[in-house]
């Protein structure tokens, strides 16, 4: 009897809709300021004892103006979203040790304060490392002022800080958690640690704190990848997935169900987008695919955070990079997120609204109306503050030193010393700069090194005695993301020169050096003695002087506008004492956002910084922005058009196959191989199809374990998908599971990629991460590895 009354209810059940079945316990109702409780219950999340379904927007208020906080929050609503998803950021609340900010633009408890107003829960992730594409990832630049410091592991000054800086988010909204009455539903703890490290004594410590501080009864989480999160999951949090549209959610939740098989699930990370870096192409993900994905996740019952439902921007000097190798973000945020960078409703947000409408058992409010554009013309900088001119006093240093060991966290820092006589041309070499270094001899520019490029050395011409040598070194952001997060700025170690007499090798290391600090800083702009533009003509280079340009402008009203920048060298804007963040000519970003809340009726003023150099003075306000304009002459793709690997006279390693289906792949060579150039030769695919796509490679040491991927370069790829989506080969070793190097759709096997290793290695296998997406396009089947020491023909 029993038995026929469980096949009834289940039969009913199947019955009714995914709305139904969720719908009574969707909807957020946080006004009230009665205690209440969230938890993991039996395969669903309780909210004050009833399933509940997250459907979180991840919004960061540091990335919105403040007069906009509330504006986003409810476009986050009527969107139909139940909770607000955020991060805080360490470095943007204490940027000196102790001297903490929560008022203006870091009003964390304000922000909470709107979105329960709005009746938002919240989810908090107070790091302390967050990530996100934000300079170090959240952790404050003055930490490495402690050279040794061990970041993210249980260093006694590292946690010292972090205690502090717990303490003081604590003493903000702790007493707004649900439990008392307030709309924090859950904390965080850490943040993927599993792309960092493996060390639950650390991950312990920091929820160990949380506990101390929120109370016991507080909900923790902690989000990873799904073939790293067991390195470090503890057994007394909840466990969360983060993973990108198009990923194949079974999977990416099998390992969890298997090990707890009544946990909630959650993605905590559902990636709508990607973020930017200067020099690749624009960042897009497909509509169809982000929606397809919560539309399964909702009528499967699994929570979700739609990372970024609004991106916003990276004001001033906060964009991270991103790592192996140095990839600098861009200023706009917009992630290709369902809200864009400036706040406005996409079709991506039109699309998602009607299937999160069907999940919601309420009408949807409207969305809110959308913020004035401006239009302003084009107009001159008038004065300007060279920057060689105005240098201010210098350091004396024998020896090189990094920006932080002058006690300076961002900006610019020019190096100066004598050179000795060199009679012959000479191999200058830089150790390494960090990030955009410009070089000078006598005040002539000889060339640059950029970062990003791996560029170490430049030629000199032979110089008499008593010439001198300046290097001028940019910091960009501060890597987010890896155990590459230690990120020095200025010049890192030390500055050689080289020099080839009688077949001899002759390496001087440079000393008795000026240091000029050239902080990002009111100070250091106010401190210029400005020109008039017109007393300055462009040099040969067609520049106008490095250097400060500021004026005046005046409008009669006010709006949003994206201020264009396409005559611009490199560097940094300011509008009303606001920082408006980085420009770089290269693109794809073009214009900068500048909200209308930031502006004023009348008089207006404007400060750029340009350590390049303008091609012409002027700029205007356009209503829309530019974020996908590439300008730069280096191609993006590794194979020049007239050379193809030759294979014919090598031998491979080892000829396999791989299995079909998503999840990691090892192939261990027969024995231990040497070389620092390896090549793949991919020979077809699992589907027969004509495409080639892999998510991540590393290979192996004799040990059998993973060499270390920051040299790495890609040498060669016969094809690859830039025009369509960013799919160059290099993001085989991006570090990120969700992005992937793809051929182009109709061209034939075989495909091949070479790797430079950087320096010979004993290698002993590889292992393989197709891409993600569920279908699996461009899985490999068969292929061949070939290694060798010296690079192969072409
Ligand atoms: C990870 C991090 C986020 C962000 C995204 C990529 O999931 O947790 O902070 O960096 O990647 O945008």
Redesign the pocket.
């Known amino acids: 009897m029993s038995r026929l009354i469980n096949a009834l209810v289940c039969a009913s059940l199947w019955l009714l809709s995914p709305t139904m079945l969720f719908a009574n316990s969707n909807e957020a109702e946080t006004s009230t300021t009665v205690a209440g409780s969230f938890e993991a219950g039996k395969g669903t999340f309780l909210l004050n004892g009833k399933p509940f379904v997250v459907k979180a927007a991840e919004l960061h208020y540091p990335r919105i103006p403040r007069d906009y906080w509330e504006h986003r929050i409810k476009m986050c609503k009527a969107l139909g979203m139940n909770t607000i998803c955020l991060y805080v950021f360490w470095n943007a609340h204490e940027s000196e040790p102790d001297k903490f900010d929560f008022t203006g633009q870091n009003d964390l408890a304000e922000f909470i304060r709107l979105c329960k107003e709005n009746d938002m829960y919240v989810i908090l992730r107070p790091g302390p490392y967050?990530?996100?594409?934000w300079e170090m990832g959240g952790l404050p630049w003055w930490l490495l002022k402690k050279k040794d410091i061990r970041l993210r592991e249980q260093d006694p000054y590292f946690m010292e800080r972090v205690d502090k800086f717990q303490k003081a988010v604590a003493a903000q909204v702790a007493d707004m958690t649900i439990a008392n009455g307030g709309p924090i539903i859950m904390v965080q703890v850490e943040?993927?640690y599993g792309s960092y490290g493996t060390d639950k004594e650390y991950v312990g410590a920091i929820r160990d704190m949380l506990r101390k501080n929120f109370g016991e009864e507080v909900t923790l989480f902690q989000c990873d990848w799904a073939s790293n999160f067991l390195n470090n999951g503890l057994d007394d949090l909840i466990w969360t997935m983060?993973f990108g549209t198009g990923a194949n959610i079974d999977k990416q939740f099998a390992k969890l169900k298997e090990v707890r098989p009544d946990s909630p699930l959650m993605c905590s990370?559902f990636?709508s987008g990607?973020?930017d870096k200067w020099g690749g192409n624009h960042e897009t993900r497909a509509a169809e695919n982000m929606i397809a994905g919560i539309d399964e996740m909702l009528s499967k019952g699994i929570s979700f955070s739609l990372?970024m439902t609004h991106g916003g921007t990276n004001w001033g000097h906060w964009a991270g990079a991103n790592s192996p190798g140095f990839a600098p973000d861009v200023t706009s945020y917009d992630y290709d997120a369902p809200i864009s960078e400036s706040g406005r409703p996409t079709a991506k947000y039109h699309a998602l609204r009607e299937t999160l409408a069907k999940y919601s058992d309420r009408k949807l409010p409207p969305v809110p109306k959308t913020i004035l554009t401006i239009k302003i013309p084009e107009f001159g900088l008038t004065e300007v503050g060279p920057l060689f001119a105005n240098l201010p006093a210098p350091h004396k240093d024998e020896k090189i030193k990094t920006m932080e060991e002058y006690n300076q966290g961002f900006g610019s820092i020019l190096y100066r010393t004598v050179l000795p006589e060199l009679p012959t041309s000479t191999l200058l070499t830089v150790n390494d700069a960090h990030d955009f270094a410009q070089i000078f001899l006598d005040g002539k520019y000889i060339g640059k090194l950029d970062r990003r490029l791996g560029e170490k050395s430049l030629q000199l011409p032979s110089v008499g005695k008593g010439v001198t040598l300046e290097i001028l070194v940019e910091a960009m952001g501060r890597i987010n993301?890896g155990r590459a997060i230690k990120d020095f700025k200025g010049i890192t170690d030390n500055v050689t020169i080289t020099e080839n007499r009688d077949g001899h090798k002759f390496v001087c290391d440079l000393g008795d050096w000026e240091v000029f600090n050239l902080d990002d800083k009111e100070e250091f702009y106010n401190s210029m003695e400005y020109f008039p533009v017109e007393a300055f003509t462009p040099g040969d280079d067609g520049r106008m002087p490095r250097g400060v340009y500021r004026t005046t402008f005046n409008l009669n009203k006010t709006g949003d506008t994206f201020l264009n920048m396409e005559t611009w060298g490199k560097g940094l804007v300011y509008v009303n004492g606001h920082p408006l963040g980085r420009f770089w000519e290269i693109g794809p970003q073009q214009t900068l956002y500048l909200p209308g809340c930031w502006l004023r009726k009348g008089e207006n003023e404007i400060v750029i910084f340009d350590i390049i150099g303008p091609k012409k003075a002027v700029t205007e306000g356009l209503e829309k922005p530019i974020i996908d304009k590439l300008q730069q002459t280096a191609p993006i793709t590794h194979r020049d058009a007239t050379s193809t690997l030759d294979l014919s006279a090598e031998t491979a390693v080892i000829n396999g196959s791989f299995a079909p289906g998503n999840g990691w792949q090892e192939i261990d060579f027969d024995s231990p191989v040497k070389g620092r150039y390896v090549c793949l030769e991919l020979l077809n695919s699992q589907d027969g199809g004509d495409e080639a796509a892999i998510a991540e490679l590393y290979l192996t040491d004799a040990d059998g374990k993973r060499i270390s991927r920051e040299p790495w370069k890609v040498r060669y790829a016969d094809s690859e998908e830039v025009k369509k989506g960013n799919h160059a080969a290099d993001k085989t070793f991006d570090l990120q599971e969700s992005t992937y190097w793809s051929t182009v759709s109709g061209i034939a096997y075989p495909h091949s990629i070479v790797i430079d290793l950087g320096a010979p290695h004993t290698l002993r296998g590889l292992q393989y991460l197709p891409r993600m997406e569920s279908h699996t396009p461009g899985a490999i089947k068969d292929f061949r590895i070939f290694v060798k020491e010296t690079d192969f023909r072409y």
Do not use: G
């Open positions: 967050v990530c996100a594409e943040n993927e983060n990370e990636w990607w973020f990372y993301f």
